[in-house]
């Protein structure tokens, strides 16, 4: 990609929660944007969405769309990414892809910037977005990845809208008729058979994605495969367990690390302390520590409750707090254009 004043940015899916938070994340940090183009499906097409004081509309995406465009941001399911990415990258276009399509490609660099930038320079066109809950986990560990990471046991807290804005009005949805007093629920969330349906509202549901042969979810082994190919640890261990919970915005996971050696709290705090866009907030005393409320509308990832395993010297425990459509999604997407503007030649 070569140099420029401003560069052309196209959003597909951009009437969606992600791709609306990509277009106020390229205004919020002022990135150099010339013209965009807001892209869906045509049943979208029309929308109106504001940037920078200007309406512009939805277009229904075609090959053409692509012409001119120096950056690509996609965020319409790994079927459109299928179908458009390589139009796009045919046509000019790096696509930053938030869809699940690429991200396991060897061809193709799964980045997320406080980690492994350096992998932005291998790409033929495509560079992937990690899964929402790996990129909060991986910013912690990378932090920490100098105690020598041996064995990371994750149990994570998912929020609705991981699902899309479908789930989050469901759950407000069943929240209202379970407050009246109604009994039925909505169709939106994880069929435990085939004739029945979970509730969310007041309740944990213990999947997230669909179950595989393994007895693992798809999500749960996002978080194995994308952190050793983040970490550029292919035999780190990873033991997941992803939880979805009534929150409307925000995944939390509670993190237990085994290092190599030896480890104490306060060693763990520094790294963290002063880790790139880390915020530490761990002060038992008085009570702080971080939760999915304090985290919405920030970028960067919030921890705490940091603790050593009563029996294991080698263990830290630690809770991670990041909003999953910012920092899980359209920020850290953002984040990776802002890395190849400055890489431009």
């Known amino acids: ?20 938070r990509m277009l106020s994340t390229l205004e919020r940090r002022g990135v150099p944007v010339g013209e965009v183009r807001l892209l869906a499906s045509p049943r979208s097409a029309g929308t109106r969405v504001s940037f920078r004081g200007q309406e512009l509309v939805v277009e229904a995406v075609r090959p053409e769309s692509f012409d001119g465009v120096d950056i690509a941001l996609f965020s319409a399911g790994a079927s459109a990414s299928e179908e458009w990415a390589p139009v796009a990258v045919e046509r000019g276009a ?35 977005n990690p899964n929402c809950s790996t990129i909060q986990l991986v910013v912690v560990l990378h932090a920490l990845r100098e105690f020598g990471l041996e064995h990371v046991t994750i149990s994570t807290y998912q929020a609705v809208s991981g699902m899309g804005q479908r789930a989050v009005d469901a759950l407000l949805e069943e929240v209202r008729r379970t407050e009246a007093g109604e009994r039925d629920v909505t169709t939106v969330f994880p069929v435990v058979k085939q004739d029945r349906h979970v509730p969310m509202a007041f309740n944990v549901i213990p999947q997230c994605d669909i179950f595989l042969d393994n007895g693992y979810t798809k999500e749960e082994m996002k978080l194995v495969n994308e952190s050793r190919k983040i970490l550029e640890m292919p035999s780190l261990r990873v033991t997941p367990t992803a939880v979805r919970v009534p929150v409307l915005y925000g995944h939390a996971e509670s993190v237990a690390v085994r290092f190599r050696e030896p480890v ?13 866009n880390v915020v530490l907030v761990d002060d038992p005393a008085s009570c ?58």
Do not use: C
């Open 94 to 128: 790096v696509v930053i892809d938030n869809s699940s399509a690429f991200r396991m490609h060897d061809d193709v660099p799964l980045v997320v910037p406080e980690v492994n930038p350096h992998a932005l320079a291998h790409h033929r066109g495509i560079i992937a």
């Open 1 to 20: 990609m070569e140099r420029k004043d401003r560069y052309h940015i196209a959003i597909l899916g951009a009437t969606g929660a992600v791709g609306r």
């Open 288 to 345: 702080a520590y971080p939760h999915p409320r304090m985290v919405e509308d920030r970028g960067e990832t919030f921890v705490g409750r940091i603790r050593q395993d009563l029996e294991d010297p080698r263990t830290i425990l630690l809770f991670i707090v990041a909003d999953n459509l910012l920092k899980g999604a359209a920020w850290n997407a953002v984040q990776i254009a802002e890395k190849l503007i400055e890489m431009a030649g």
């Open 264 to 276: 104490t709290v306060a060693e763990v705090r520094e790294r963290l302390a002063n880790a790139e």
